[in-house]
């Protein structure tokens, strides 16, 4: 009985340094809000036609990043959209955030949204941060936030400028970017 409890103790004692571990891994975001701050020549800005148009400093990848993403404004959201390839007729979250990462030569394989709390580097980017909690994950590509809208409205991968709560985000970044 003195062994399953030494063992039973080990064990806990293993868990708890791997839920250490992980939690160091991780940067929370330090922003209240996401908000859109543009500044020329610096930010993406989106015209009226609802795609972003990148900074002209911006690197290549990141030119590629926020062309792929407007590809998919016009897509619908679709619960697992993205997942099998990119390629695909709607797009939720994380297939979005896949996509994008894809073209600018940043994933070999879309992921889901758990995925994306191991993905590239903790902490901000110079030009892309992933925002990433528990069932959601979208990306700040130039200053601009690209992001789904699985709710009641389930509006599908936009550019979208308005304000969001960063309350349990935490940030990752593509290395380089």
């Known amino acids: 009985m ?14 708890a340094a791997v839920s250490l ?26 015209g009226p036609d609802g795609k972003a148009t990148a900074p002209p400093r911006a690197p290549r990848r990141v030119k590629r990043m926020i062309a792929a993403a407007n590809s998919l404004t016009d897509k619908p959201y679709r619960y697992g959209g993205g997942h099998r390839s990119f390629n ?12 994008v990462l894809h073209a600018g030569g940043k994933l070999d394989r879309p992921l889901v949204s758990q995925n994306f709390f191991d993905y590239g580097k903790k902490g901000y980017g110079d030009w892309v ?10 990306l700040v590509i130039a200053g601009l936030r690209f992001d789904t809208g ?13 304000r969001r709560g960063a309350k349990g985000y935490y940030v990752r970044h593509p290395k380089g970017l």
């Open 2 to 15: 003195k062994s399953l409890g030494l063992t039973l103790a080990l064990l806990l004692l293993s868990l």
């Open 21 to 46: 571990t992980s939690c160091s891994s991780q940067l929370k975001a330090k922003e209240r809000y996401i908000i859109h701050k543009f500044d020329y020549g610096k930010t993406a800005y989106i």
């Open 88 to 99: 695909d007729t709607g797009y939720d979250c994380s297939g979005s955030v896949s996509y």
């Open 129 to 138: 941060t992933i925002y990433v909690r528990k069932g959601h994950v979208f």
């Open 150 to 162: 699985g709710t009641w409205n389930s509006t599908g991968p936009r550019w979208k400028p308005q």
